[in-house]
């Protein structure tokens, strides 16, 4: 595919792992990346890139409409896939601010350049031109341990201030389909995890954690269940839904894979004290230390993705036990990315946030 892709927030978790994964699917690929490089946005995790025929960085904020409409003149992208956004749930607790103004104007902003660059191509641009929106399961809220997973169908009901402002920006997305016929998709996928992922989330957090002997924070008793898809598998299930998706559908994207946060970090540490063991023989599992509470700490998120297999033939590879193998090798042997994105402004978090 030798058209041009524009990828917002690339310089994050999710979206950096994309473009390394479409340079592989597509070595001759053209991706124009725009990121803001906030605190979660890292050149190292693109390092591999710089340089390279086809890509190209740019920094720059997805709420700026001037810089988004001259990077779509400029570029003449075929497809916009949509990362950029703040992403921490605690975050948005201490915080919410940033969180609309990123994750509701921003994809306001990006709806509304898209939009006119879109309305000037020729009728075949238009019709192949794709704008793809990525989402999270928490807009539907909170499942109890007998409900159904999400499927697409599912009412919003978020109630963090992050999920409330990703639900927003859903309806943004559908809204620009139903009025502009801008050609949207988009896809709810569930917790992601693996490589390139910003240690205050919970896996790499409890990795990095038990390396530096500090506790392992579990909030609460340790009973909210995620369902966890590794991000390769979330990068393939993009690249399908770009292909073969039908513009105005919405994707759920999950990987069967419901785990409570207790187990997660057994997991973890089972897999450190096997690959890693501590100098006193004992178990990383020493470290866990139970913690006070998120407020409003959603129960369990789980997530139907038979829509996704049924109609668009994607399944996830990985099983959590591997997935979780490679994440722990990953940071294991990447331990200068984690120096690089973390210090100063990352151990102020830490330090004010398990305080
Ligand atoms: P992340 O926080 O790791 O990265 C976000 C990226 O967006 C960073 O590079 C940051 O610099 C950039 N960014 C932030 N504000 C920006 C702005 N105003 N303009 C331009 N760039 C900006 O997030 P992630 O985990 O990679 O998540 C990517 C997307 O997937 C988000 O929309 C998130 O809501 C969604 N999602 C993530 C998960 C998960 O488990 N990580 C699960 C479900 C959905
Ligand atoms: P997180 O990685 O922040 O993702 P999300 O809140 O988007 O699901 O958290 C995953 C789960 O782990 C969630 O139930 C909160 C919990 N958690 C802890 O128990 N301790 C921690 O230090 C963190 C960051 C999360």
């Known amino acids: 595919m030798n058209s041009v892709m524009l990828v917002t927030g690339g310089a994050g978790f999710i979206g950096s792992n994309f473009v390394h994964e479409w340079f592989r699917q597509h070595p001759e690929g053209h991706v124009v990346v725009l990121d803001a490089l906030t605190y979660a946005g890292h050149r190292e995790s693109l390092a591999g890139l710089e340089g390279r025929p086809g890509f190209q960085f740019i920094h720059g904020d997805i ?21 950029a956004a703040e992403s921490h749930v605690d975050r948005s607790i201490h915080g919410p601010g940033d969180f609309i103004r990123t994750n509701v104007n921003g994809t306001f902003t990006l709806l509304e350049a898209a939009r006119s660059y879109w309305q000037g191509l020729s009728a075949s641009a238009q019709a192949a031109f794709r704008f793809l929106h990525v989402s999270t399961d928490e807009v539907y809220g ?5 409900d159904a997973p999400f499927a697409e169908t599912h009412p919003y009901q978020p109630n963090s201030p992050y999920s409330a402002s990703k639900a ?23 917790n992601n995890y693996g490589p390139f992922h910003y240690p205050e989330k919970l896996i790499p957090l409890v ?33 399908r839904v770009l292909a073969a998706g039908v513009p105005g559908e919405t994707y759920n994207v999950g990987g069967w894979n419901e785990k409570t946060n207790l187990e997660v970090v057994h997991t973890i540490c089972a897999r450190l004290d096997a690959l890693h063991p501590r100098e006193d023989g004992k178990s990383y599992a020493e470290q866990i230390q139970f913690v006070t509470d998120r407020p409003g700490h959603d129960q ?9 297999a049924r109609e668009l033939g994607w399944k996830p590879e990985e099983t959590f036990e591997t997935g979780i193998e490679k994440t722990v090798h990953w940071y294991l042997e990447h331990q200068d990315w984690v120096r690089a994105v973390t210090g100063g402004a990352f151990d102020a978090w830490l330090k004010n946030h398990y305080k």
């Open 63 to 83: 709420a700026d409409m001037a810089c988004v409409s001259a990077i779509l003149a400029e570029h003449q992208p075929a497809a916009l896939v949509n990362f």
């Open 142 to 146: 909170s499942l109890s341990a007998d």
């Open 168 to 190: 927003a920006s859903d309806h943004l997305v559908r809204a620009w389909f139903h009025t502009y016929g801008l050609p949207v998709l988009t896809t709810n996928c569930s």
């Open 207 to 239: 990795i990095l954690n038990a390396l530096a002997g500090r506790p392992l924070p579990i909030y609460g008793n340790g009973s909210n269940v995620r369902d966890w898809l590794f991000v390769t598998d979330h990068c393939a299930a993009i690249r």
């Open 300 to 308: 369990r998120y789980a997530i139907d993705a038979s829509k996704l």
